[in-house]
């Protein structure tokens, strides 16, 4: 491990990265601290209600608007990263010193990822000591701790994913900011196009239990900000003699197969990052695209993606319209990434 | 050329290409272990692309460098032995120089606390400062400070003196100077101010247009590259005569006295003026800026 982790590596990175710790902790236990004190709260008012059960399970699950400030956490975690590499005058300083580019690499990304775990930690932390405080009041069987176990690794597992592949982008691409904004899209890009392709199939072709039933797994794997939505299911509990009532729970969906696709995409973003930050060469480190060849991949990828967004936007029932809205925004946007690529490059 | 002794910096055959367009091309330099080595050329010349290939910062195209027999490139072993100093402030904005300090101290296995703060002495640098808060002077002497303190084999130091009052430039170069006589580091030294290249290095090389067009000892230098002036019995055709001779970078005539600029000055050379006809011969010593000078000139000239 000593030899993975560099002190000073380490050191330079954490001055800048402790901040946006600090940051992550705040919103995650504003995020789930409040999920659990509401949950609390809304059962004390119920007493007797069928919420009563689950409230734990609730709490910790329920999701707010903070999972997409989450994202944009990672995103400000990469750029921290990578901003001073990537600045005409600083670019030159650790290429300098004494570290490999595979040093450099890893212990950015091993900052990063302590970052992260320290956040999700210190929010198991609180949610276990919450956990515990309530245990009286808590059905231990509909709410187990298990709950608070399974949140945990979905999570620090998904973002350090997210992570990982934005290190990816910033090794491919120059601008550290357009950078995490472009990486950001991308891993919406898979998601959005199943969903134009669902839409113009049922349109045409019309809906089958079948089709939907594919198309919706298909979506809930390829979308990797979606793997930490939890999934709801309805039971029906006794709520006095007599009487029952439905409740609902949450729970992750395949929650081990995704742990394992995250760890896998995780290891390849990781591979991905390594080879392309080791190829990179710094001359050429304030370019939108740092290696030329990948320059039509990202013209062809801005080009389709505006093609199908303006398609869609424009909803014309008619799949002939809708080619020829996408083949007019294709050529538009050809045109804006080329542009992209001259404005967000710089020489200097 | 190779001159006595251990060759510590090897470069054979660099050429660095960015975009299509060559930066460097061919160079071969070696340096030989505690000297000073100038590099000198024109703004936009490779000074700076050089370095930079020589620090590991940029992959060259073809050719290798060696120094001390490895690779530069992505070597970290070899990096612990370099101190650079670029021409321009590269340290993080936002740091404070306290954790500059500190993290060269984690960076390079040799880096002396005792060292930085004794020049430091000289240098005063606030430590609590923020690199955003030091003038561009101060920043340089920063850059200077620290890689001193790294107790390093081989300095690097691109355009060191710039941004440096009078008093502190001459107190660099005679650190640089001690550094060499006592502890026998090797420098490598580029400069538009040649006169400090002059008085410190042993050896010199003019690039331009990322060719190395010129490499010698600071000796053999100011031997071959002479200035003389002549006067000639008879003046006819003389000027176009003289611009003939091997070597001849450029002739001036005012009244009867003519100037010569030589890059190829030998014992025969005077003969053969005296030969053309010249009655009297004396010989100026000429300064590297002048050298430099007249030597872009024929340069450009043959272009």
């Not at chain 1, 298990?146 to 592949?165: A, G, H, L, P, R």
């Not at chain 1, 390829?222 to 939890?230: A, G, K, Q, V």
């Not at chain 2, 000297?35 to 700076?48: D, H, L, M, R, Y």
């Amino acid at each position: 491990m000593n030899k993975i982790i560099n002190e000073a590596l380490f050191y330079k990175e954490w001055i800048y990265v402790k901040w946006i710790t600090l940051l992550t902790i705040a919103i995650l236990l504003s995020s789930k601290g409040y999920g659990v004190i509401w949950a609390l709260n809304f059962k004390e008012k119920i007493q007797g209600g069928v919420e009563d059960y689950y409230w734990f399970n609730h709490g910790i699950y329920t999701e707010n608007v903070n999972i997409f400030i989450m994202v944009f956490v990672v995103i400000i975690l990469a750029i921290t990263l990578f901003i001073g590499e990537k600045t005409s005058e600083t670019q030159g300083f650790m290429a300098s010193m004494p570290f490999t580019r595979k040093e450099i690499l890893l212990n950015k990304w091993l900052v990063g990822v302590i970052s992260l775990l320290i956040s999700f930690a210190v929010t198991y932390i609180f949610l276990s000591l919450f956990y515990f405080l309530n245990i009286k009041g808590l059905d231990t069987t509909l709410n187990p701790y298990s709950d608070i176990i399974k949140w945990f690794f979905m999570n620090t597992f998904q973002y350090i994913c997210v992570f990982t592949f934005m290190m990816l982008i910033q090794a491919v691409m120059g601008n550290s900011i357009v950078s995490s904004i472009v990486g950001g899209i991308i891993l919406m890009v898979p998601l959005f196009i199943i969903m134009v392709a669902e839409e113009l199939t049922g349109r045409y072709y019309g809906y089958t239990q079948y089709q939907f039933i594919i198309l919706n797994k298909l979506k809930s794997w390829l979308n990797i900000y979606s793997y930490n939505f939890p999934q709801q299911s309805h039971i029906r509990v006794a709520v006095n003699e007599g009487y029952s009532d439905t409740a609902t729970f949450a729970y992750y969906s395949n929650y081990k197969s995704k742990l394992l696709v995250l760890f896998v995409l995780t290891c390849l973003f990781l591979f991905l990052a390594y080879v392309a930050y080791s190829k990179r060469n710094i001359e050429y480190n304030l370019r939108l695209i740092v290696f030329k060849n990948l320059e039509p991949l990202f013209i062809c990828g801005v080009a389709i993606c505006s093609g199908l967004l303006a398609a869609t936007i424009m909803d014309s029932y008619r799949l002939r319209d809708f080619g020829i809205w996408f083949i007019i925004f294709t050529i538009i946007g050809y045109f804006i990434s080329k542009l992209l690529l001259k404005f967000l490059s710089s020489t200097k | 050329m190779k001159w006595g002794g251990v060759i510590l910096i090897d470069i054979k055959n660099v050429s660095k290409r960015i975009d299509d367009r060559y930066i460097l091309k061919n160079v071969n330099l070696h340096v030989n272990k505690g000297s000073i080595f100038g590099i000198i050329g024109e703004n936009g010349a490779g000074k700076t692309t050089l370095i930079k290939c020589l620090t590991g910062i940029y992959r060259a195209n073809e050719g290798s460098i060696l120094i001390d027999g490895e690779e530069a490139f992505d070597n970290a072993k070899i990096k612990q032995k370099i101190g650079y100093v670029s021409d321009e402030n590269q340290f993080y904005s936002s740091f404070k120089v306290k954790e500059l300090l500190k993290f060269y101290k984690k960076a390079y296995n040799d880096f002396s606390e005792e060292r930085f703060n004794e020049l430091n002495i000289k240098f005063k640098i606030p430590l609590n400062l923020r690199v955003r808060e030091l003038s561009k002077g101060m920043k340089m002497r920063a850059s200077i400070l620290l890689n001193l303190s790294i107790k390093p084999d081989i300095l690097i130091l691109d355009e060191p003196t710039s941004g440096l009052d009078p008093v502190i430039k001459k107190e660099i170069m005679s650190i640089i100077v001690d550094e060499v006589a006592s502890r026998d580091v090797t420098v490598f030294i580029s400069s538009h101010h040649l006169d400090h290249i002059e008085r410190i290095c042993d050896n010199v090389a003019i690039i331009k247009n990322g060719e190395i067009k010129l490499m010698n000892s600071m000796e053999e230098a100011k031997n071959s590259m002479k200035k003389l002036q002549v006067v000639f019995k008879d003046t006819a055709d003389i000027n176009k005569n003289l611009s003939s001779l091997d070597g001849v970078i450029k002739v001036e005539t005012i009244g009867r006295v003519n100037y010569i600029v030589t890059k190829n000055y030998t014992k025969d050379f005077g003969k053969k003026l005296y030969d053309m006809g010249a009655v009297f011969i004396e010989t100026i010593d000429m300064s590297l800026e002048d050298m430099f000078i007249y030597f872009v000139e024929e340069e450009d000239k043959n272009e």
